[in-house]
């Protein structure tokens, strides 16, 4: 394959995950609703941000651990539904490693790791503005029957 024949097919790709996660995010409410934006998107990777507003916090004035995980799990559907298969969640494990508070701007970077058949593994990282770490998340995604856009 030329450079110019690579070139063009990653250009594909990417336009394929763009309009993807485009059709996703146009039918994804919840993340809509808790002010998730999509910052970039590709062939097996998202970037989200969610900030962390004065609802969002439990009684230890930290962010719930639940929205958290709803930020990285928004990141993890974008990354692995990037290539315009239809597919969802088959598990996912998070660790909380700091709190988040009111106030944070909370970024999700999802990175697939691995991609065979109908099943995929992505891990995901969810730091703040300050670049700390606030989670660390894996996801096994499973490819179900249909897709998100025609080719």
Not at 17 to 32: I, K
Not at 48 to 60: L, W
Not at 62 to 80: E, K, N, Q, Y
């Amino acid at each position: 394959m030329s450079a110019k024949e690579s070139g063009q097919d990653a250009d594909r790709r990417q336009r394929t995950a763009e309009r993807a996660v485009d059709a996703l995010w146009r039918g994804d409410e919840a993340s809509q609703r808790f002010g998730m934006r999509i910052e970039s998107c590709g062939p097996g990777r998202a970037t989200v941000t969610m900030p962390v507003r004065p609802d969002m916090v439990n009684g230890h004035k930290i962010c719930h651990g639940g929205l958290v995980f709803t930020l990285a799990d928004s990141a993890f559907a974008f990354a692995c539904n990037s290539y315009g298969d239809n597919t969802v969640a088959a598990g996912a494990a998070i660790e909380f490693l700091s709190p988040a508070r009111e106030g944070d701007i909370l970024r999700a970077v999802a990175t697939e790791r691995w991609r065979a058949g109908r099943a995929g593994i992505y891990e995901i990282e969810v730091t703040n503005q300050r670049g700390a770490i606030v989670a660390l998340f894996r996801g096994r995604s499973h490819q179900i029957a249909g897709r998100l856009i025609d080719d």
